[in-house]
């Protein structure tokens, strides 16, 4: 039971009804919490903790994108998380990590610049919620008519609740037109991302996707570009109209939720054998580095202790 679980807030643990805010906090009304979602995942030691180093990294870089000050160190931060995972008891499931201010403020700048931090961990389908689960593992995605955030209206890089109403009302209107997803392009209309993917598509058996400076820096997509290479899979990161989507030979969006989920259908244009041969070999690779089976992989399973 998600409430009867412990929260780390502040450097305790603290029990989940206390794990609050104002609404006039600075961080509930200006959308400034930054957060980070993390898998963990069942392996033969335990449960492990997918690429720890590297969403603590992004968090403190969404951090000082805002100006923020983080009340304690990386390695401290790491190991706050860690700790409320094996409190948990849970095997696998994601790990929700926040930055908020919870000062009372009117102002459009926060008081002060240290953050708060608050650690929850849930199942994965906690976090589901009366979200639809994809039928047959696969989506149908619209493009959107909102375009992905311009990199030079707010830092995109940084996960702050702010900018994910970009993300919202994409994935609303892909809801009311009758899609699952939606695929949101840059404000030159290059393809970008989901509202909270990142997106690839397969071409003559490589893999592409849209380059960073529009997009978040997704650590599902970082990896897989490199899990891709030692696969033998060719990678490009570029620009990519939205003509690539027409001449895919498989299409799926990524991300630390989601993993791989595979499109089986992009407006009109339907994908025949979903998931195809790529996808499902990546896919599989991915299952067995997440299962901590994959022994050039295993650096970056980070075990709870
Ligand atoms: C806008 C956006 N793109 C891509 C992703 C995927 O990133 P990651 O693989 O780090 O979860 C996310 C994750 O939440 C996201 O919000």
Redesign the pocket.
Known sequence: MVNARAVYLSGEFRPWDEAKVHLMSHSFGRGSAIFE?IGFHETQAGPAVFRLDEYVS?FAKSASLLEMELPLTKAELQEAILQTVKRSGLSSGLIKLFGFYPEISFAILPPQKKIQVAVFVFTKEETLGNKREPTNHSVTACISRWRRLDPDTVPIEA?VAAN?VN?MVARQESRAKGFDYAILLDTQGFLA??????LFVVREGGLLTPTLGT??H????KSLLEVAETMGIKTFSGRLSQGSLDEAEEIFF????TKLLPVSQVENRILSSVPGPVTRRLSARIEEITAGRDSQFKRWLFPVT
Request: aromatic share 4%; charged share 25%; net charge positive.
């Open positions: 979602v992004r996960k994910y993300g991302e989901g509202g909270t993917e990142s997009i978040l997704s650590i599902t997509r990524s991300g630390t939720s």
